[in-house]
C-alpha cells in the first residue's frame, strides 16, 4: 500500500490519549501532525477559540479527516451519541518532496469502511471492528456508500462479514441490548476501581440509550448508558453543548 493510502488509512485511528483539559484547537493540531507525520509545531488551527476546551470522552475521541482535503479534522465521542461532531479548520506547513506527496489526496480516490475483522451475524460494531479502506473511486462497490465508521458504532450486523468487506447501512441496525425486566450488569468507575452490582432494567434499551434501573434489594432508582457489551455503565445524564459532554462517573456509594 502507498504511502498516500496508509496516511488516509490511519486518519480515523484514534487519537492517543490527550491530556485532561487540552484544548479543541491544541488537540486537533496534535492530530494532523501524528496521523501526516509531520513535524511537532508545524500545523495550526484556525478559525476556533484556542481557549475551547476538547473536554473528555470515556472510549477516547474519535479524530478523521471526513472530506477529501487536509484543511479539516472532525472530532466525535463515540460513547456519547447525543455529544455534536465538532470541525476544526487547520493550515498545513509548506511540504515538498515525499511530504506532499504523502499527505496528498487522488480526486480519483474514495474512503470506504471495511470490517477489521471476520464477524457473525447479530455481532455488535464497535470501534475496533471497523476501518477505513482507500480505493479508486470507479471500483468502489455500490454498498459501499459510508466513509466515516461512527455511524455504525453499536449497531447489530444483520449478516456475517469477512475481514476487508465494506460495510453499509443495510448491514448493520439498532439492537435492543437490554430488555425491560431483565436482571443486568450494571457498573461505575471510581478512583480505587470499579463496582458492580446486579440491577432491574425498567425500560428496553440498545447501544447508548440512558434507561432507568431498580434495585431489587433497596428498591432505590438509578440511570445508566447501555454498552456494546449488554451491560449499563450508572451515572447521570446532563444536557450537552458543545464543549461538554454526558457525564458517567458516579461515587461508589450510589451503588447499593
Given amino acids: 500500500m502507498s504511502k498516500t493510502l496508509l496516511a488516509f488509512a490511519a486518519c480515523l485511528a484514534l487519537a492517543p490519549a490527550l491530556a485532561r483539559g487540552e484544548s479543541l484547537a491544541s488537540a486537533a493540531e496534535t492530530f494532523v501532525e501524528q496521523s501526516l507525520s509531520l513535524p511537532e509545531g508545524s500545523v495550526r488551527a484556525h478559525s476556533v477559540d484556542p481557549k475551547l476546551s476538547l473536554g473528555e470522552c470515556e472510549s477516547g475521541w474519535l479524530w478523521s479527516f471526513p472530506y477529501e482535503t487536509r484543511s479539516t479534522v472532525q472530532v466525535i465521542c463515540t460513547a456519547s451519541p447525543s455529544v455534536p461532531k465538532r470541525f476544526v479548520a487547520i493550515n498545513l506547513p509548506n511540504l515538498v518532496g515525499a511530504q506532499r506527496q504523502a499527505v496528498a489526496v487522488r480526486p480519483t480516490d474514495a474512503a470506504i469502511v471495511v470490517a477489521a475483522k471476520d464477524m457473525p451475524y447479530g455481532h455488535v460494531l464497535g470501534e ?5 479502506s482507500v480505493v479508486e473511486r470507479h471500483g468502489r ?6 466513509s466515516d ?3 455504525l458504532i453499536g449497531l447489530t450486523l444483520t449478516r456475517p462479514l469477512r475481514q476487508g468487506e465494506p460495510v453499509g447501512r443495510p448491514d448493520a441496525r439498532a439492537h435492543t441490548l437490554v430488555k425491560r ?3 443486568v450488569t450494571a457498573w461505575s468507575e471510581f478512583a480505587g476501581g470499579r463496582v458492580n452490582s446486579k440491577l432491574i432494567a425498567l425500560q428496553n434499551g440498545k447501544a447508548g ?7 431489587p434489594q433497596s428498591g432505590r432508582k438509578l440511570r445508566g448508558r447501555v454498552q456494546t457489551d449488554g451491560s449499563v455503565r450508572l451515572g447521570v445524564q446532563r444536557s450537552v453543548g458543545t464543549s461538554s459532554i454526558a457525564s458517567t462517573k458516579v461515587p461508589s456509594s450510589t451503588v447499593d
Avoid: F, Y
Wanted: proline share 8%.
Fill in 149 to 151: 465508521p461512527t455511524a
Fill in 181 to 183: 425486566s431483565a436482571m
Fill in 209 to 215: 440509550d440512558w434507561i432507568e434501573l431498580e434495585n
Fill in 128 to 132: 475496533q471492528d471497523l476501518t477505513v
Fill in 141 to 146: 462497490p455500490l454498498s459501499a456508500t459510508l
